[in-house]
């Protein structure tokens, strides 16, 4: 579904990401971990066109989108869920995520056009909140929702454009112990489905073990470990450079 070849970014002198080559199945899970630092946000944002490659290539279903621009990546099926929250702060919660999906359909931005000629599109969004348990908040105004519910109205939106990929950065960061299992829940339901490919970069290591199929360890830039979530975490070079333990 999704490849890396050889990608690679500079910034001046400093090599962010280093020649990271990687191919990703449907019907899987890798967490991307490492210390802070180690180039896995950049590395999200090089797949998904928010920064261009040095080098290298980004494949999806064999097309190379390393000339793509992040939009362009998203229409193709690439969907991308930030650190800090993504999302239209001065309109409420439903019209959030009906604006997506409209998006999706190809229907533009056309906010106020009448509502009921789209009445699916307005069930669709409706059902989206509810999977994220939002659906209460559907006339409140994003920018007035706690932190926790942003993140969850954020997956709403991602979820709204249906990617064959799914990126999520740190989905759980910044959330109460009560808001969390809701997020880690709808990745779950994501990842039963089968037919999507999702890469997380998460840092608390339980939220790893139990959702991941495989890690991919990046440290300095480069990838350092890739497998089987158990055996790389006791491997030698992960307790060193993932872990602070000598090797």
């Known amino acids: 579904m999704l490849e890396t070849q050889d990608l690679t970014i500079r910034f001046g002198g400093h090599v962010a990401v280093d020649r990271v080559s990687c191919s990703f199945q449907p019907g899987t899970l890798t967490a991307i971990v490492g210390p802070n630092g180690a180039g896995k946000t950049t590395y999200f944002n090089l797949i998904s066109g928010q920064l261009p490659a040095s080098g290298g290539r980004v494949l999806l279903n064999g097309e190379d989108l390393t000339r793509l621009s992040a939009p362009q990546r998203t229409?193709?099926?690439?969907?991308?869920?930030?650190?800090?929250?993504?999302?239209?702060?001065?309109?409420?919660?439903?019209e959030n995520v009906r604006l997506a999906v409209q998006a999706r359909c190809?229907?533009?931005?056309?906010?106020?056009?009448?509502?009921?000629?789209?009445?699916?599109l307005i069930d669709e969004s409706m059902a989206l909140l509810e999977r994220v348990r939002l659906a209460a908040r559907a006339d409140?105004?994003?920018?007035?929702l706690p932190h926790g519910d942003q993140r969850k109205l954020e997956v709403a939106l991602l979820m709204a454009l249906q990617p064959k990929v799914y990126l999520f950065d740190e989905p759980t960061a910044g959330m109460s112990v009560d808001e969390v299992p809701v997020v880690l829940d709808l990745i779950r339901d994501l990842k039963r489905e089968g037919r999507h490919t999702i890469l997380l970069v998460e840092h608390k290591m339980d939220v790893v073990r139990e959702l991941a199929d495989r890690i991919v360890v990046l440290h300095q830039g480069a990838l350092v470990a890739d497998g089987e979530p158990a055996s790389v975490m006791a491997s030698a070079v992960v307790q060193n450079a993932y872990l602070g333990v000598a090797a």
């Open 140 to 144: 409140s105004l994003a920018a007035s």
């Open 106 to 120: 190809g229907m533009g931005l056309r906010l106020f056009s009448v509502w009921l000629q789209h009445r699916s």
């Open 75 to 94: 229409r193709r099926g690439l969907g991308r869920a930030f650190q800090l929250t993504q999302l239209f702060p001065h309109l409420t919660v439903l």
